[in-house]
């Protein structure tokens, strides 16, 4: 029993530090541009777009390889002097719409855009109709005077028990 005991221990310290020294070996992301006005427009394009690793951060938030290489190439495309449309165009005419974290409103993203909100009221109808039909089916109109009468009788017979 001791020996579990130590084992676990052991695993508990372990895991311990590891928490507390990993946090500590992570990096940021290296700047890609020495200028900082460059930094900040390479950022504000980079957080318009989608991760193709990660898929639900944006390339500036993301460490990956591919995010970081797409930061490079968004700086050495704005030091060619390109503006932030023609760098997007290009992310999506080489990635497609889906490198776009907010994708544009047109025929093909309408159903994600409008999908939900379509959804919530389909089931806001069924709910209404649901209750609608719940409170007919109990509004009272198989209530007869006899049953009331009957009721009455009932209640009182159990209040008189001792």
Sequence with gaps: MRS????????VWACAVAFAVLPALAKEAPPTAADPALEA????IAEELRCLVCQNETI?????DLAVDLRKQIALK???GQSKQEI???MVARYGDFVLYRPALNARTVLLWFGP????LVA???MALNIRRRRRATDGTDWTPDKAQRARDLLSEGSERP
Excluded: E, M, P, W
């Excluded at 579990?4 to 695993?11: E, N, T, Y």
């Excluded at 500036?60 to 990956?64: D, G, K, L, M, T």
């Design 124 to 126: 806001g109808a069924v």
């Design 4 to 11: 579990l005991c130590k084992r676990i221990a052991v695993v």
């Design 41 to 44: 427009r390479v950022l504000a």
């Design 88 to 90: 997007v165009d290009f």
């Design 78 to 80: 704005l030091q060619a």
């Design 60 to 64: 500036a938030a993301s460490h990956a």
């Design 117 to 120: 909100f379509a959804l919530l």
